[in-house]
């Protein structure tokens, strides 16, 4: 297969920029190929562990800046905590330590000695930031407590995949401390809420909100929501996550306050989080063959612009595709003027096309002379030729346009792959393959959960919120069962 690096050695070229295996033939193949060739991330000589390339950190940026807005909005404020944790710490919550022990890093030497007390590399800052909320929390003067912080975590994977599932990763974790049991609940469906708006919104990414089961929730945690997404290959992927912790780090942690009454309580805690998982996400739920998707809100460049070169165009297209990008500018389009002479525009076009950008311009001489410019749309490959006035405020609509058909092009294929099933039969006929979410009547029991994982690789994704209530059989066991599940097979 060619390369990007290799199409890029200063020959023109006006085939296809690199191949990409298609999605029909081999999906995992397929987004492996989109996230090197189009130069989002790239391996590192550490197992498990990626570099993030500007392009792609670009989008994370786009993404980052759209939650910390919202979190800031809500009245959270951004901390940040040591990366190293004493393993005393840890230990203090036993059902925290039992999930997590199998996917901690170890730190026993510091330069030539040998540590007196074993370090964890965080996999989550519950532990540390309890000792310190415990420090920091007297009386219900100091409630509620609604810090977040950007940082990176380390979980030691046995098999990973950049973006969705890696050694290291970037990720955002809410930590919050609340004077009463009915404050810590709001606040955790008040951050699910938020979540769900922010996929929907932002990455044009339909999800599925409700609460996990007892086997899936988080270690140590009460209760524990999720939004679920459907990927472009039928399987789900978890997208975010926020956990009511009830008093158990409190009690663990000694964290208490003097109430209102004057007696002494442990106060009600929560997290919640997303991660670069994100950005995983959006490459699965938009694109295509050709490549990326961006959902224009996350697009580092939401236009390129490509100059046609003919004739002495340096002088004549050229400065009419900067007027191009100043209107854009000015209308608050991010823009990438595309001015290079060392590739051909169909290079160009492939290329941009492979990288996700929401539209393409393309300018030349008899464009000019027109006083217009030819339009692509990447989502749906559609060309126009728009006039050269006003060109900012159509954009603005056309990008506004390319984002709700992003979303409501993801929404319609997770309807049509969704399915109710009444029988064991049926539910293990549909999860042959990757069939998308299925829907079953559950008792609710762990025994139940686990055989059906053992039969088919799928899982109880999250007992969605309004769910409807069912008063016939479990689809397993056939006791009597009051919710309806949502089951799919997950990365």
Known sequence: MADVKEARSGQKKDASVTEITPQSEDFSRWYLDVVRRAELADYTEVKGCMAIRPYGYAIWELIQQGLDRRFKATGHVNAYFPLFIPASLLMKEKEHVAGFAPQVAWVTRGGDEELAEPLIVRPTSEVIIGTLYAKWIQSWRDLPVLINQWANVVRWEKVTRPFLRTTEFLWQEGH????????????????????KEFAETELAMPVIDGQKSESEKFAGASRTYSIEALMGDGRALQAGTSHNLGQNFA?????????????VQHVWTTSWGVSTRLFGAVIMTHGDDSGLILPPRVAPYQVVIVPIPRGNWQETVLPKARELQAQLVAAGVRVMLDD?????????????????VPLRMEIGPKDIEKGQVMVARRDTREKSSLPFDGIGDTAVRLLTEIQQALYHRALKFREDHTQRVTSYEEFKSVMEGRPGFVLAAWCGREE????????????????????????????????????????????
């Open 340 to 356: 290079r002479d060392a590739y051909t525009p169909g290079w160009k076009f492939a290329e941009w096309e492979m990288r996700g």
């Open 176 to 195: 919050t401390a609340h004077e009463t049991e009915a404050e810590a609940q709001e606040e955790t469906l008040k951050i699910l809420a938020l979540y």
């Open 251 to 263: 009690k663990a942690f000694e964290i208490q306050f003097q109430g209102r009454d004057k007696t």
């Open 448 to 491: 139940c959960e686990a055989s059906i994982k053992a039969d088919t690789q799928a899982t109880v994704r999250n007992i969605p919120f309004g769910s409807q209530r069912v008063t016939r059989s479990c689809v397993k066991c056939g006791r009597d069962a009051s919710v309806e599940a949502w089951f799919a097979k997950s990365y």
